[in-house]
């Protein structure tokens, strides 16, 4: 795939588990960046300044406006993308890891043009038909352990016991190099249990999930939300800069169980963690149901 596959070898050599390569010329702008409008849609490869007079492979790319990438052709990539200045950043998961890195592009009356890693620029002419759509969770694993059931990408491990004789039980799924956590925990509570025994224990485990990272000895403090990842109940949030790492947690209330998400990261410009955390039936429903 002539776009990407050349960056991503040497991504993977590195073998870093995110990598950000300051671009040329930055700028701010990226929300009102008029490339950005009319970047938004779908265009064909017709002419690669690397390889002139040879046959190139059909590539499409499909820019949609929710930030989300497809690229269709020799390979296939389910990402994400942003326009900052002149550049794209283009976030990608590689052998379950989240690759990000810049593409300088140019936007004319001739298409598209993405700077190659070598020369010149590779040239795309928009496309009609209908702008094709990926779906990660289609490509994800279902797993069920006592109480629950998820899905989460192929490559992440899941470490899950059968519900104690209390009925508690915890989940925990992590990206391969551990840069991304969530943990759900289930605890046996019918409607009346005091809201303040729940939060307890919440403080309790985050205590212990941070006790060996950079923010070892951070408190929670109420996020000031009704929802983290579309999924309502009473949030909270431990965060540092540096290095960057950040904690959500929502509490969730159902009819016989509270179940509490963390979610543990450095970044997540994939938003995996709140497609994983969204995809969570407890007891048979749903985290996301009212």
Not at 149 to 160: A, C, H, I, Y
Not at 185 to 210: N, Y
């Amino acid at each position: 795939m002539k776009l990407f596959i050349l960056s991503f070898t040497l991504f993977l050599i590195c073998s870093c588990a995110l990598v950000i390569p300051q671009p040329d010329n930055t700028s701010a702008e990226s929300q009102n960046d008029p490339f950005e409008i009319t970047l938004h849609g779908a265009w064909i490869l017709t002419r690669d300044d690397e390889y002139p007079g040879q046959t190139f492979p059909d590539e499409r790319l499909y820019f949609h406006k929710d930030g989300q990438l497809l690229v269709v052709g020799q390979d296939f990539l389910c990402g994400r993308y942003d326009v900052i200045g002149d550049q794209i950043q283009i976030i990608a998961p590689v052998k379950g890891h989240e690759i990000a890195y810049f593409r300088k592009f140019i936007l004319d009356q001739n298409g598209l043009h993405l700077k190659n890693i070598h020369k010149g620029f590779a040239h795309y002419l928009p496309m009609q038909g209908m702008m094709e759509l990926c779906i990660p969770d289609e490509q994800w694993k279902l797993q069920a352990i006592g109480y629950f059931s998820f899905k989460s990408p192929r490559d992440w491990s899941v470490l899950g016991e059968a519900p104690n004789k209390e009925g508690i039980q915890e989940v925990r799924i992590m990206n391969p190099d551990a840069s991304k956590l969530l943990l759900a925990v289930r605890l046996p509570l019918d409607m009346g249990s005091p809201q303040q025994e729940v939060i307890k224990i919440t403080r309790q485990i985050a205590s212990k999930l941070l006790q060996d990272t950079p923010m070892a000895g951070f408190q929670l403090k109420p996020a000031g939300l009704n929802n983290y990842f579309g999924i309502t109940g009473t949030t909270f949030l431990a965060e540092t800069n540096n290095p960057p790492l950040t904690l959500k947690v929502v509490i969730k209330r159902l009819q016989t169980s509270a179940v509490i998400i963390f979610a543990l990261y450095s970044n997540d410009l994939l938003m995996e963690l709140e497609q994983v955390a969204q995809l969570i039936y407890v007891d048979g429903v749903p985290v996301l149901s009212d």
